[in-house]
């Protein structure tokens, strides 16, 4: 199974701040990586597909990166805000099992 | 409006067995394959399984593989889950999803998920 491990598994932020979440894969597995938001209480949402594309709705202080390794990514949250807080999943589709990484949450200071 | 509606949760025994339903409104089913996840309480979210749009082609996670069993009714505009020989690590909240194509990925995301049924191994 490839194995998805992001960092940091936490992190305590001040709204307006600059985050930024790493998702690294154990083998490559290209485009094939999405990352989700999921609040409390709430169902888990997508943000990004293929690695660096928008999902519908998302708003544009959300970006991801992938610097052509295939397995190192990115995610940014610009200008954090509150609405922002919850917890963070990368998710690689390459190959089954669909591995998910192990989630990074943001709290706020 | 695009809706996943879980149901069939509830507690079941060690080594029993529980039947999950995601029942979809607003698409046609044909058209999508589906996934279900999980979340153990306090833990992070466990991709469990998918399923082709006609069911041809599923696959597992190594926890379920075995024990779990993925199908659908696209006339019935429904998901299933059969899970047996259900253990206490099995307790979480199940969600289905559906699994969109985007082709200029190309790939498979899980664009659209239902609220979720608890599932409590006891």
């Known amino acids: 199974d490839i194995q998805m491990t992001q960092s940091p598994p936490s992190l305590s932020v001040s709204v307006g701040a600059r985050v930024t979440i790493t998702c690294r894969a154990s083998q490559r597995v290209y485009t094939s990586l999405h990352w989700y938001q999921h609040k409390p209480g709430q169902v888990p949402k997508l943000l990004i597909y293929g690695a660096t594309r928008l999902g519908s709705g998302v708003p544009p202080r959300f970006s991801a990166s992938e610097p052509g390794s295939g397995s190192l990514f990115t995610l940014t949250i610009s200008d954090l805000q509150p609405d922002d807080i919850g917890t963070y999943y990368c998710q690689q589709t390459h190959l089954a099992p669909r591995t998910f990484g192990q989630g990074t949450k943001l709290e706020l200071k | 409006e695009v809706q996943l509606a879980e149901s069939g949760g509830g507690v079941a025994r060690p080594g029993g067995s529980l039947r999950l339903s995601c029942l979809v409104s607003?698409?046609?089913?044909?058209?999508?394959?589906m996934s279900w996840v999980r979340q153990v309480p306090g833990k992070g979210l466990e991709w469990l399984s998918n399923?082709?749009?006609?069911?041809?082609?599923?696959a597992y996670a190594e926890s379920v593989e075995g024990r779990f069993t993925i199908s659908r009714d696209n006339a019935r505009n429904s998901l299933f889950l059969q899970m047996n020989s259900l253990k206490a690590d099995d307790t979480a909240l199940y969600f289905c999803?559906?699994?969109?194509?985007?082709?200029?990925?190309?790939?498979?995301?899980?664009?659209?998920w239902g609220q979720g049924t608890m599932v409590t191994v006891s």
């Open positions: 607003g698409f046609s089913l044909e058209d999508y394959g």
């Open positions: 399923i082709n749009w006609n069911g041809g082609v599923t």
């Open positions: 999803a559906r699994e969109r194509y985007y082709d200029v990925a190309p790939d498979y995301a899980m664009d659209v």
